[in-house]
């Protein structure tokens, strides 16, 4: 089955700086990749996603990469903030229908220092 | 913004106990799921459910596990017999275009 592989597990950047965190996936039939964000107490929310027929998305400060060729996709958080410090989850599915499961990444733990 | 609504927070049982988790889905979304997480560990799907049927488990989900949808609204996680390593966090989530996650019930089991 899919596995999903997440780096860093802690990651730490002054205000202003940019974060990136980095996935790999196993399965080349993987065709969806969302991105979660998740806080303290609460469940994980969706930040962003891209599907496979695009190589890079972007909403405001953050953006997604993907190179299927090399099963990468990453996340890019720019000029970060305190209210950014949270735990990041990549995922993957192969959905042979939209509403497959998704199989998550380990999650980054990052934290924006005022 | 529709959330999907989980009961309780927090439960703490017995070991041996069984405990049923309760999910309020957004209304208008069709499929459901259960996933958990174990603390510091990564989300891990459980079951999904569609048109009043699992759709897919996982094998985590064992016979330790069932799921139903008693009413148009609730959507509930039932384990029997808990044991200590099922304490976790347990998120419900529903689809409609993406999926929504609930805030969780953390399950302690003593």
Redesign the interface.
Known sequence: GENVEQHPSTLSVQEGDSAVIKCTYSDSASNYF?W?KQEL??????II?IRSNVGEKKDQRIAVTLNKTAKHFSLHITETQPEDSAVY?CAASWAKT??????????TSLSVIP | EPEVTQTPSHQVTQMGQEVILRCVPISNHLYFYWYRQILGQKVEFLVSFYNNEISEKSEIFDDQFSVERPDGSNFTLKIRSTKLEDSAMYFCASFAGGYTFGSGTRLTVV
């Not at chain 1, 939209?98 to 999650?107: E, L, Q, T």
């Open positions: 969302p979660y107490g609460k469940g994980p929310q969706l996603d989850f939209s509403y497959d499961k998704v199989i998550f990444g380990p999650g």
